[in-house]
């Protein structure tokens, strides 16, 4: 993936976007942080970007504003034609569709998409599966080039209502519609995901596997062998808090780090 055994993908959390509680007023601001966010990461050695609102708390369900869509095809575009690395999006929660339109007129890489394949019960709310309308709609705007990296399983969720469907048989899933990763994760920002997990996937899943969530210095040796892509977003920042902006010597380590398994 990205020309890498495992790549490393940065994840820069944008802030506070129009259309949230949290939104300053200040675009350039907010535009600015992001592409320095950018610039850290790049000259530190990861293989690709994603880009996230996550600031924009609490998140609506399913969709987001038109206006917020507006800003993050800004602030997306910039990043793609600063880093000269393969860029993905994510727009929370579960803007799926908005996502695309994002990532389509930005010419960009990938999404990273929730509720893909069965219903799961976010902080949010319902969510339903999305793949027919994100995969028709992928479709008919001649974008298959957009790769559908799909959680499964994801954080701050439950699943309870789907606790007779294995995580392996929810990849399984997610590949028959057409996605062209999965993405697991732990049970929230921060926390790894369990090797058991992570093996079943690496012994079963037929598409790339991701790791969303929990990855350091210290775990990497552990998952760099199982998967296709390591997604760091915690760790990279000051602090370890995915608040604080990106901290160049927390990702070096990280490079460093993976650097020895590719």
């Known amino acids: 993936m990205f020309g890498k055994k495992c790549s490393l993908i940065g994840c820069v959390h944008v802030l506070a976007l129009p259309g949230s509680a949290g939104y300053s007023g200040n675009m350039e601001q907010i535009l600015a942080a992001a592409i320095s966010d950018a610039h850290t990461y790049v000259k530190n050695g990861v293989d690709a970007i ?27 575009n910039a990043i793609k034609q600063e880093a000269k690395l393969p860029v993905g999006v ?39 599966s999305c793949a027919a309308k994100l995969v028709r709609r992928r479709a008919s705007l001649k974008a298959n080039h957009i790769k559908i990296f799909a959680d499964i399983k994801k954080k701050h969720s439950a699943h309870a209502i789907t606790g007779d469907v294995s995580l392996l048989e929810t990849a399984e899933a997610a590949e028959f519609f057409k996605a062209d990763g999965v993405i697991v994760t732990g049970s929230a920002t921060g926390k790894e995901p369990t090797l058991s997990d992570v093996e079943s996937l690496k012994e079963g899943a037929k598409l790339p596997v991701l790791i969303g969530s929990g990855i350091t210095p210290e775990n990497i040796p552990k998952y ?39």
């Not at 609506?60 to 504003?65: A, S």
């Not at 727009?91 to 069965?118: Q, S, T, Y």
């Not at 892509?229 to 990280?254: M, Q, Y």
Request: proline residues 3%; charged residues 20%; negative net charge.
């Open 50 to 76: 994603i880009v996230e609102n996550m600031h924009d708390v609490p998140y609506l369900t399913g969709y987001v504003d038109p206006e917020t869509v507006s800003a993050m095809t800004i602030v997306a």
């Open 90 to 128: 994510q727009l929370l929660a579960g803007a799926n569709l908005e996502a695309l339109g994002v990532a389509v007129a930005c010419n960009l890489d990938f999404i990273r998409v929730e509720g893909f394949v069965f219903a799961h019960v976010g902080d949010e709310g319902l969510h339903d």
């Open 224 to 262: 760099a062998q199982l998967v296709d892509g390591l997604i760091v977003g915690s760790f990279a920042k000051h602090d370890g808090n995915w608040k604080n902006a990106v901290d160049p010597a927390r990702v070096e380590k990280l490079a460093q780090a993976i650097s020895k398994f590719n």
